[in-house]
């Protein structure tokens, strides 16, 4: 062998002994790098609680590069709107343990904070918002989307507390924040047209950047597109289940706030008023004035009945005011009498009554029904003696059912009840009982 060849050799041994060791050390590195890896545990534990087993390929996607950053930098941020301000102090800002969700939860009450005093009901005949008689659209129209979203998140707080799934709390906290962000003045466009606010929120979450690193993020986007439908998920369910609840809240204090009690009100200590005083709390008294009959000489009331008849059965897309029943009555909402009133007292020169308050023009509203009962107008089996309006149930062909404040009125007073059942529809065709309601909810 000569010297040439045995240097060739042992070259080619060097290389290979180097090339070994280089493959040693690149090795090493990968297992170091993968042992530093690390999976939150509360991404592992929800894993393992919705599926009953953790796949490493489902794990893979948590440690990846463009995950979540390792650290948030706690923020201290201040809302205009003081209901945002408290709900971030008592829910938000303790989520320490879910740094990520926090940082998506101040985005959507920034944007609430800044567009969410415009009204949470669309006013589009598309959406499924719009099958709603116009008594509860009307009703929920006063809660703006800043309230209602709060109320949500609230019951979502309530239910998960209540289940003891808490774990999925700050990722149903942020689907209650967004599910009707599609209601934003700026962002309608052509989803909203459509009908399609819950679509339009999902496309403002994947709008933004903080949204994008949530190990959950599909489930909300799913939860929130179908508060609406039907969701499959525990998360979407859940957001269904507060969305219908908040509602309902709203609805009941709308009714409050326009009931216009004619006697103290029955609280649920069930104390009895006496002498204008009535408990509303075991340690506080609040002292109620009770409506008394007042004199009306400008008051007309065959132009009166003449003015409400154009009211019945008169939607205005899908909202109304008065209806007729097959049974012979007619239901006015008191705001007609009131707009009517108000016109005849301002033609007659009384302008007192034109600019009266709610509490002076609830005196005015009892006796022009006071004067209506002895005319025969007004269905005394339906309305109690002292009242110029009672809640009733009505309930439509879907089965839903709705209450509303009104005046109930004998229909032979304006027109022939076949005439006036002849010109009902649309949402008025739908309706097909309308009920008392018990005693003791009207309080």
Request: hydrophobic share 40%.
């Amino acid at each position: 062998m000569t010297v040439t060849q045995i240097n060739i050799i042992l070259g080619l041994g060097i290389l290979l002994f180097a090339g070994t060791i280089w493959l040693v050390l690149i090795r090493t590195e990968k297992k170091t790098a993968i042992s530093k890896a690390e999976v939150l545990l509360q991404n592992l534990s929800q894993m393992w609680i919705k599926n009953g087993k953790v796949n490493i390929a489902d794990l893979a996607p948590l440690w990846r590069d463009e995950q979540v950053p390792e650290i948030v930098e706690e923020v201290s941020i201040e809302f205009q709107n003081v209901r945002i301000q408290q709900f971030y102090n008592k829910h938000i800002r303790p989520l320490r343990h879910a740094s990520q969700q926090q940082v998506v939860c101040r985005d959507l009450l920034s944007l609430l904070d800044t567009e969410g005093q415009c009204p949470s009901v669309v006013n589009v005949s598309r959406d499924i918002e719009a099958s709603w008689d116009s008594n509860t659209y009307t009703l929920l129209g006063q809660t703006n989307l800043i309230d209602h979203s709060l109320n949500v998140a609230e019951q979502v707080i309530r239910l998960l507390q209540e289940s003891e799934t808490g774990y999925l709390m700050p990722d149903t906290i942020i689907a209650a924040l967004s599910h009707d962000l599609g209601k934003l003045p700026s962002i309608r466009g052509h989803l909203y047209s459509l009908g399609e606010h819950p679509l339009a929120a999902g496309r403002i979450l994947v709008g933004l950047q903080s949204f994008k690193y949530l190990p959950l993020k599909e489930e909300i986007l799913q939860a929130v597109k179908f508060h609406h439908k039907q969701p499959q998920e525990l998360l979407g369910k859940t957001l269904k289940r507060a969305d219908q609840l908040a509602r309902q809240q709203e609805l009941e204090q709308a009714q409050e706030r326009l009931q216009p009690l004619e006697k103290p009100p029955k609280w649920h200590n069930e104390a009895k008023a006496q002498d204008g005083i009535f408990d509303e709390k075991p340690e506080a008294k609040k002292k109620v004035t009770v409506p008394k009959l007042i004199n009306l000489p400008w008051l007309d009331t065959h132009a009166l009945l003449k003015d409400m008849r154009p009211y019945i059965n008169k939607l205005e897309g899908r909202r109304f005011t008065a209806f007729s029943m097959p049974n012979g009555f007619v239901y006015f909402m008191p705001k007609i009498l009131e707009v009517i009133a108000k016109k005849q007292a301002e033609q007659a020169g009384v302008l007192d009554v034109v600019s009266m308050e709610k509490e002076e023009m609830r005196e005015v509203l009892l006796s022009i029904v006071h004067r209506l009962r002895q005319e025969d107008v007004i269905a005394n089996g339906l309305l109690q003696n002292n009242y110029f309006g009672a809640y009733f149930t009505v309930t439509m062909k879907s089965g839903t059912t709705m209450n509303g404040y009104y005046t109930p009125c004998h229909a032979e007073a304006f027109d022939s009840i076949a005439v006036m059942e002849d010109a009902k529809s649309g949402i008025l065709l739908d309706v097909v009982s309308v009920e008392s309601v018990h005693e003791e909810k009207q309080a």
